[in-house]
């Protein structure tokens, strides 16, 4: 029977860690691309809602209990908020790792403004809308 010698030890730990260190980013990227799922739905409620309201009453708010809508604390961004010129909604994302925007115009396109990490709006599929990348 043939024993392992050190140097065929390190060589598989080094193989290892070198395709762990490929797969770990693009893991949480996609974590992460999953989590934006949660705030484009919250914003494409919102602004269902605040079209609804501009019909009613000729112009967007910027005060979330007037939409006839319910949200709830959302699991993976703060509070959405509105306002009454384009973007009519946004929500950020602020956790440790991670800060960027999505805001979502009266058209229905979603942006996103961020730069930690570097180039995040880009890495969350995101690209080439002005005043920010595009997401859809």
């Known amino acids: 029977m043939r024993a392992v010698t ?14 762990a260190s490929l797969a770990i980013p693009r893991l949480f990227g996609m974590i992460e691309k999953s989590r934006i799922g949660e705030a484009i739905n919250i914003l494409d409620a919102l602004r269902n809602a605040q079209e609804i309201y501009k019909q009613e009453k000729g112009v967007y708010t910027q005060v979330l ?10 699991q993976n961004f703060a509070m959405p908020t509105v306002a009454t010129a384009n973007p009519i909604a946004s929500i950020q994302r602020n956790v440790t790792g991670y800060n960027y925007t999505l805001t979502i ?4 396109a979603v942006k996103c403004t961020g730069t ?15 005043g920010g990348d595009q997401c859809n």
């Not at 065929?8 to 395709?19: D, S, W």
């Not at 115009?105 to 229905?108: H, I, V």
């Not at 930690?116 to 002005?130: D, F, K, W």
């Open 105 to 108: 115009d009266n058209s229905g």
């Open 6 to 19: 050190l140097i065929e030890m390190i060589t598989v730990i080094l193989i290892i860690g070198t395709l």
């Open 65 to 74: 209990d007037d939409l006839d809508l319910t949200i709830s604390q959302p």
């Open 116 to 130: 930690n990490p570097a180039n995040i709006c880009a890495r969350l599929g995101c690209s080439g809308g002005s």
